[in-house]
């Protein structure tokens, strides 16, 4: 005979299924909040929570009250300044809350009250990223035989116990003590009855050794009873899991910076704010995404996570040798069509005298036929260069997978990074 107590921990959030309902059905309000914090963060604490607060009036719910019920009977006494069908004002007072002042009362009517609260990471990263996803994402053919995914396969006898199905062993349990009990007290109630019809006979009729046989079997049977277990290890039910081939998804995103020395530092800045959004949407959406991150003055160079992000290198500007670095790093290592290949520049649009006639024919006669998506974003308040020029007729000739926004300020970045990468509605 087996026994286990479940002492799983319950979550922080014991009423997570009534929190998601309040994340849902205040949608807007929350992502108006976000909104507002991802423009006001600096690049280190993207990632972490965030509080947001909704107006009372706008959580409150309808409420039944009784009546005083009844029949009564009301003397009002008259007055000289209203006469029937008048609308009377909404006499003021002072609000709670934010209508309040410290030391005294609100003379501004009604007062502003906020519900607080806490979005955690996870919640605050859902909402940022809500509907956004990489566009022409498409399924490439099977070339890592490693790669497989742990999947469902219904249940088994025999597991560990971190994977016990309780429902289904209870049920199992519950079904094998009614097989085992269903006998025994069929057999009891005949003895009982049989017992009750021995000692109902007249005296003389009463047989006292079939009383005692039938007490004895009674008593055997009760004991047969409680000797069935609660749950048994034949009981006991595993969830099966199989590991199961999947298609491959694998994709790349190049992340292009420009660190010229036409880009300032509030320039590069809002270059690496855009990046970092970037980063953590592939990193938290995407399981196969690799990140190849390229820096650029007058020439090209891959770096890492930590060089990229903070190097403070600068130099002049010639664009087309990141272009041809992002070219040869995919003949080396990403083959078109065993891997989906993004490409995401940011610059100020500064480029040496005709390099810009040169990127324009490297992305349209060598990049652009193999990438699924490109994007552009120039951050800059003044006028395009030629750069930008030469993109249009990039974007002109491949509409559907090339983007190019323009970024002036801070605030821009999360609207042009959504814009970006939302959702499209259907994908050719």
Known sequence: MSYFIDRRANAKNKSAVNRQRFLDRYRGHIKRSVEEAVNRRSITDMGRGEKVSIPTRDISEPVFQHGPGGRRSIIAPGNKEFVEGDRLRRPGGGGGGDGASEGGASNQGEGMDEFAFTLSREEFLDFVFDGLELPHLERKPLVDLDEVKP?????????????????????????????????????????????????????????????????????????????????????????????????????????????????????????????????????????????????????????????????????????????????????????????NLYVAQASDGDNWDDDSLTCRDLLAKSLMPRLQYFTYVEITPHAHQALWEEYERVEAEYADRFAMRQIVEAGDIYPVFRELFRRRAAQS
Request: hydrophobic share 40%.
């Open 151 to 339: 999947v469902r396969a219904g249940l088994t006898r025999d597991g560990v116990p971190a994977r016990i199905n309780i429902v289904r062993s209870m049920r199992e349990a519950h079904a094998r003590r009614i097989a085992m009990r269903g006998p025994i007290k069929r057999a009891l109630r005949e003895a009982r009855e049989a017992l009750e019809i021995e000692e109902r006979k007249d005296p003389v009729l009463r047989n006292p050794a079939r009383i005692s046989e039938l007490k004895a079997e009674i008593e055997r049977l009760e004991k047969r009873l409680e000797a069935v277990p609660f749950i048994d290890t034949y009981d006991l039910r595993y969830n099966n899991v199989i590991n199961q081939p999947q298609p491959s998804s694998k994709a790349v995103m190049f992340c292009v910076m420009d660190v010229s020395g036409s880009m300032t530092q509030a320039h590069k800045d809002i270059a690496k704010r855009f990046f970092l959004l970037l980063y953590l949407f592939l990193e938290r959406n995407y399981e196969r995404v690799e990140l190849v991150f390229v820096r650029h003055h007058t020439a090209a160079k891959e770096v890492d996570e930590e060089e990229f992000f903070y190097s403070r290198e600068t130099g002049g500007t010639i664009v087309s040798s990141a272009l041809t670095l992002v070219d040869e790093i995919i003949e080396a290592r990403y083959p078109p069509g065993q891997w």
